[in-house]
């Protein structure tokens, strides 16, 4: 739990990946949709989080090694960044799927 605490303190981008893990959680609630879809929702948005906490961790371990800018470190934080982005793009891919049927329904 220290984790948890220290990212939400710390960390902008990982207390919005939690807001929206809260929001959007808790918003899946009110589609009708079935059980196992409404865990699959969940679970991308979990994805995010977990995955914004792994590059948090990269970001503050190649801060903590030198905050000078080096080609290296620069690739290890953009690599971090691009696992983030894949984590959205697969939270939002699982989102859309699941609603869009409801959609048309009204």
């Known amino acids: 739990m220290q984790g948890l605490f220290a990212a939400l303190r ?12 809260l929001t959007a ?5 009110f589609f009708d949709v079935s059980p196992v879809e ?14 914004e906490a792994l590059n948090s961790a990269i970001e503050c371990t190649v801060d903590r090694i030198s ?9 290890a934080k953009d690599y971090g960044s691009l696992a983030v982005f894949i ?10 799927t699941i ?3 409801l959609v048309g329904r009204g």
């Open 67 to 75: 905050t000078e800018h080096h080609q290296l470190s620069g690739r």
């Open 38 to 51: 409404r865990l699959a929702m969940i679970t991308v948005l979990l994805l995010v989080v977990m995955v």
């Open 25 to 29: 959680g808790i918003g899946s609630f």
């Open 99 to 101: 609603l869009w049927p």
């Open 10 to 21: 710390y960390e902008t981008a990982f207390r919005q990946a939690f807001l929206l893990l």
């Open 87 to 96: 984590a959205i793009i697969i939270a939002l891919a699982t989102w859309l």
